[in-house]
Nanobody
């Protein structure tokens, strides 16, 4: 059973940066990509970006391009999300998820972490 554990969420001032980490435990073949999503209160889960586990590339939502960067360290089974120039509207619970497709669709991700809270103050 694949398990994902996020960390790094915090309270940060607008304009600041934060780095979230996602450790993938007990991963097995057939698991192709790790994506990052977020959900703010009263809003739907929102795709941020995804990274191919085998090194096939990354895909980002248009609204995070230039601000958020996904990196992967396979030796440490870790996928990170670097967030710069944070805004109050970035406040949400951030999740990483593992799935069998290189996709922006939540339905293609089978395994989800517990989430980590990011709060951006103005």
């Amino acid at each position: 059973q694949v398990q994902l554990v996020e960390s790094g969420g915090a309270l940060v001032q607008a304009g600041g940066s934060l780095r979230l980490s996602c450790v993938v435990l007990h991963h097995t073949y057939g698991f192709y990509a790790v994506g990052w999503f977020r959900q703010a209160p009263g809003k739907e889960c929102e795709f941020l970006g995804t990274s191919s586990w085998s090194g096939g590339g990354t895909l980002y939502a248009d609204f995070v391009k230039g601000r958020f960067t996904i990196s992967r360290d396979n030796a440490k089974n870790t996928v990170s999300l670097q967030m710069n120039s944070l805004k109050p509207e970035d406040t949400a619970v951030y999740y990483c998820a593992a799935g069998s497709a290189f996709s922006n669709l939540t339905t293609t991700y089978t395994y989800w972490g517990q989430g980590t809270q990011v709060t951006v103050s103005s």
